[in-house]
């Protein structure tokens, strides 16, 4: 054996090294355990009442069921997934202690549900009752209730051969009402005092968490909406329930100026359901109508969510059910490859001692890994291309390593186009429109951010574009990515 193959040889072998268990032993090669993964591609229906997208830390409840039925499969109850960096945080990953929430699927390879809900209480075990009580609203995103069930969309269930992850389309569970107010005759400095109360509404009541149905409404109180913009918008939730006409009221009050209760016409609220009122308040009446909308479409004044990137972090999902550890590479889905990647995904087992690292995205040069043996890679592409409002974004990754070779070299784009520039041409292309990038070769655990600003509506392509070459001292280098986000900062 030649030094280049026995040092080739020599790097394999020590990147295979943490695919052993915890205690050094090889692990049982005909177990297939495979770890369940929650799809960031969340339906548009996912829009809290906090705001247009899930933020950093917000925990849902997974409950993994029998295909078809309602129990509980391998002791997986109320398992707590958080969501990752803002912008991205449909990445939902096991909560800390991970060993404690972490779920695989059944190894005999049974087909199973998920039923998931938001928010997340510690203090449910089982598919029963959650109390529902919205009579604070001080924190709409702790009391909007949302759930999901893969059922509806998949009737066929998941099982350990399914290499996707797993689609949540979380739905709302309550209502929702928003107040907007004018005036005739009343100064803005009046308008900034107003007081708003909702009186007689049912403020509590029970929700099965095995089947979505809600009932039991209760808890007659009176409510204080959230001020939005004092003086004009005002939002709360609502429980589901019929109001008969006269029994709850609207309740205006400016101190020293006015004090008027509106009765409220007969209604039903519907779960995912907005009622917008608007009240024109004078000196001497207030006139106020209504309309309703669905919720779920985004009809309730906060901005509707841009599309989110897809697939977005570690564990990235494969579209084949191959990765090294496996002996080959697999192709990263929902995301947009040249030739020059020649294969992503790479599986290094747990990153060496990191697991929430776990199947990255890697691009590697040499160690005849790729579809051309010792080969540089020159221009690899990845990107997603969508189309966003107008408005200043940020764009952001988290890499693990740059690789060991002198010239790597790894740019963060943001461009108009079919598709994205070369390395060389990254800083002098027109259709850029924002990057950033490094060229460290020994540089480990770090962000690239880049900024950019759309003045209309515009396809935009979202992505990387590396150079990684061979180090002659060890046969090959790669660069790895941990994940990606995209935010909305203005």
Known sequence: MNMRNFLMAAFVTAMMIPSCGKDGKEPDRDVRKVEVRFSPNISVSRTKAAGSSWSAGDAVGVFMVNNGGVTVSGGNANKKYVAGAAGTAGNFAA???R???????PEEDDDVDFIAYYPYRQDISTLGTYSVNVAAQTSPADIDLLYAQTSENAPDGYSNSYTLPVPLAFKHQLSWLTLNITSSGLTPEQLQNLQITLQGLNTTASFNLADGSLGNPGGVA???PVTVTAGSRYEAIVVPQIIAASTVGILFEISGVISYTYSVPAVTFEKGKEYRYTANITLSNITVTGTIDDWEQ??????PAFPPLVNASAPFACTDAGLWKNDRFGTVAGWICNAATGGLTFDDEQAWGRPEYDDMMCLMAGFSLRDEPDADISNAKIHQALTLPAGTYRLKTFVWYMGGAPGNVLYLVAAKGSDLPDTNEIATDNHVLGYTGETDAGKQEFYLECSFTLTEPAEVLLGVVADVYIAPWMGG??????????DKTD
């Open 99 to 105: 060993e404690n929430n972490v779920m695989y699927y």
């Open 477 to 486: 280098s790669g660069i790895n990515i941990i994940s990606f986000s995209l």
């Open 298 to 303: 985004g009809n309730t004044g906060i901005p």
């Open 222 to 224: 009176d409510v204080t």
């Open 95 to 97: 909560a800390e202690p």
